[in-house]
Structure formats: structure tokens, C-alpha cells
């Protein structure tokens, strides 16, 4: 048994309190807990174990398409392991990869124990249409297809098979493109039709899982709605009648703010693309934010970070910040712990009884900054405790790749 003593966000609100462990689950929250013949751990700032519920385990040391489908699935999961013991020492307890070759092995080794991490969500490959976003069309289509994390599909039927196929590599989750993102003729394009976006839904509810939707765009938003998927990725392009619809159906929203916020390498789109990407991008941090909050979405923390120089892992708390901008700080870190627990439907994002001990324990925490990785000083994930520093100095270095 383990007690974890001091100020708690228990997933909402902050209080002083005590959280008492055993075996892998909170089995006590309070203030009048006896803690005489229990080890103690006290924090200054303890919050249910942190959640980015979109992320690439790519293992990558560039970020570009190309990198991600040529860098080999060995060489991929062996360099996400440290990224694994990042995202730990970092407070994350539970990730969401929409989307890579590694993922469902990691997820698998630790749900088996024999790695350390956060838990690992996985969607296997994703589901595309052919030449969408993540086909490296330079190549001939049967190498693209072997090398690509995405199973192209392009009719209600076939996209039914790749749902299946995903789910044979032991995904849980189903992840989509239901649009391309910036890289095409300078504009957005809708990606699959809404029959087999429908086709794509019903498959992964059959089987019991959620589907998320990559949507950039106005009609690529609606047709997520519409199919019935449960979070919209990206989301660029929100409008209110859009807000409304995802308000009504319980849909979660996933701005996946941070992904945009690094210095992108654009080198080589020429002006026309560089001008629209960026008039999207500024529209995604005032109006679509603005319309989300105002209509109360139940917004997620998500980086799409993937484990490169750029976008590394250990640093997701990023997110936390940019959403503390629209929101208050209690708010913020609810898009990271409950909120998201609830968008990934798992018992975890809550200090709160029955739920899975997995816990954050940080020092002062004044503003989202301080959620840092530097600030961490103890992990608890599945009520294993681990300190902080010592995963850091192992693996802090492998961030530069
Ligand atoms: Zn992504």
C-alpha cells in the first residue's frame, strides 16, 4: 500500500488530501485517511497521471513522410522505448498513437511488464485513401503500401477490410483521414467518401472500438460528424454550426495545438502553400479555439508530437500550456486527465476510487509552465512509483536523436 499526500487536482477541482494505493488501483481519496502504518510520498502538486491523447511513436531523428515510412519497424520500436520512459519521467501515464508501425508492440510489452511507459492506446496502421496525405507518392504504389503506416483503402468494402486488418495487428483504436493536411496543390482535400467513412465507424463499433478522425476543413469536419466518429483530430476550420453538431453527438475535440506551434521545416512548399498553411493555422488559434470553448466541447490535450528533434516526447506537457491560453489552468489540466480519460473511455484521468493508480506528482505548480518535465518529481503508473529524476538522467539525452 502507498499514500500520496498533499494538493490534489483530482481531475477538476483542487483540494488538499490524501490518495491511498493497492494493488494497481486508488482504492481511497480523502482527507481523513490514516496513513500511520503506510509508506507516504508528499507533493507539492499532485494530478491524475497525464494524458496526450494523439501521438506518433515514429521513432524518427527527421520529421518528414518520407522518414516515417522508411524508418524500419525494429529500428522505430527500439528507439521509442526511451521515448516510452520520456513520456514517464514527463507525468504521462497513458498515450494515444493514431497511427505508426511501433505502437501496437509497445502498447503490447507494456501491458505484459516487460517495458516501462505510459500506457499505450495503439490504432496500428491507420486507414487512408490511396495518394492521400501519408502516401509517399514518389515511390511505386506496392512499395508505398509495404513501407506506409496506413492501410490505403478506397470503397465502402475496402475500407471495412482495413479496419479489420488494423484490428488484426491489435488496434484500440481506429484511426482515419478524413482529409489530407496542408502538403496538396496548396489546399485542403476531402480524403474518402462518407460511405466509407460510415463503413470505417461501423466496422470499429462492431468490434468495439472508437474512431478518430483527422479533419482539416469545413466538409471534412462535417463528414466525420456525420459517419458518427468519437474525436476529431486537428479539427482546423471549426464553425459554429459545426461546434453545435459535435456538442450534440458527444463528439471530442482534439485541437492538437502544440504540432503547430514548432518551427516548421517548409523550405521546400513554395509561397502559395506556405501563405494558405499559415492563414489555417492562425484562424486554428483564434476563431476554431475561441467557437470550441464557447461552446463547451469536450476538448483534449493532444500534441501529434512523434518522437522527433522537433516534436519530441517527454515534452508533451507543451499542449497544457497552449490550452491554458483559452482556459483556466484547473480546465486545461482536465483536457489531459479526465477529460481525455473519458474521450479515450478508459477508467484512468481521475484521482478518484476504482480508477487505475496512475498519478503525476509534481513540485510548486503555479501556471501550466510549471507542469514541465523538470518539475516532476515521482510517476505513479499502475501503482508502481518511479522517480522521476532517475528516468530522466537515463534517457533526457536520447530527446536530440
Ligand atoms: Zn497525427
Redesign the pocket.
Known amino acids: 500500500m502507498l499514500a500520496i499526500k498533499g494538493k490534489l487536482f483530482d481531475g477538476e477541482k483542487v483540494d488538499e488530501g490524501v490518495v491511498l494505493i493497492e494493488g494497481g488501483k486508488i482504492i481511497k481519496v480523502g482527507k481523513d485517511i490514516d496513513t500511520s502504518d503506510v509508506k507516504v510520498i508528499e507533493g507539492d502538486f499532485i494530478t491524475p497521471g497525464l494524458i496526450d491523447a ?3 511513436f515514429f521513432g524518427v531523428s527527421n520529421d518528414n513522410v518520407l522518414e516515417w515510412n522508411i524508418t524500419s519497424e525494429g529500428l522505430s520500436t527500439a528507439r521509442s522505448v526511451s521515448d516510452m520512459i520520456r513520456l514517464l519521467s514527463a507525468g504521462f501515464t497513458t498515450v494515444r498513437d ?2 505508426s508501425k511501433s505502437a501496437v508492440y509497445l502498447s503490447k510489452a507494456e501491458k505484459e511488464g516487460t517495458i516501462i511507459g505510459p500506457r499505450v492506446i495503439a490504432s496500428g496502421y ?1 486507414i487512408a485513401e490511396t495518394g492521400g496525405n501519408d502516401d509517399p507518392k514518389d515511390l511505386p504504389l506496392d512499395m508505398a503500401q509495404r513501407l506506409s503506416y496506413s492501410f490505403y483503402c478506397d470503397s465502402p468494402w475496402e475500407c471495412r477490410k482495413a479496419v479489420r486488418l488494423a484490428i488484426r495487428q491489435g488496434a484500440g483504436v481506429i ?1 482515419v483521414y478524413a482529409s489530407g493536411a496542408f502538403s496538396q496543390g496548396g489546399k485542403v482535400k476531402v480524403a474518402l467518401t462518407i460511405d466509407d467513412l460510415k463503413a470505417i465507424v461501423d466496422e470499429a463499433h462492431k468490434a468495439g472500438l472508437k474512431v478518430a478522425s ?1 479533419a482539416y476543413g469545413e466538409e471534412a469536419i462535417a463528414n466525420s460528424i456525420e459517419a458518427g466518429v468519437d474525436t476529431i ?2 479539427g482546423l476550420g471549426l464553425t459554429e454550426s459545426l461546434a453545435k453538431e459535435i456538442k450534440r453527438k458527444g463528439i471530442c475535440y482534439i485541437p ?1 495545438l502544440a ?1 503547430y506551434d514548432v518551427n516548421p521545416k517548409i523550405s521546400k512548399l513554395d509561397e502559395e502553400i506556405r501563405e494558405k498553411r499559415e492563414e489555417l493555422i492562425r484562424r486554428h488559434f483564434t476563431d476554431d479555439m475561441t467557437i470550441a470553448v464557447e461552446h463547451e466541447l469536450k476538448i483534449a490535450a ?1 500534441t ?1 508530437y ?1 518522437g522527433s528533434a522537433e516534436r519530441p516526447h517527454g515534452m508533451n506537457y507543451k499542449e497544457i500550456v497552449l490550452l491554458s491560453k483559452y482556459m483556466s489552468l484547473e480546465k486545461a489540466l482536465s483536457s489531459a486527465t479526465s477529460i481525455a480519460g473519458e474521450c479515450l473511455g478508459i477508467n484512468a484521468g481521475k484521482l478518484k476510487e476504482g480508477y487505475v493508480a496512475d498519478i503525476a506528482i509534481f513540485g510548486k505548480v503555479n501556471s501550466a509552465e510549471d507542469l514541465n518535465p523538470f518539475n516532476v518529481k515521482y510517476t505513479v503508473r499502475k501503482g508502481r512509483l518511479y522517480d522521476s529524476k532517475v528516468l530522466r538522467d537515463l534517457f533526457w539525452d536520447t530527446i536530440k536523436r
Open positions: 494523439h501521438v506518433h493514431l497511427g491507420s484511426k483527422h483530430e486537428h492538437t504540432t493532444g501529434d512523434v
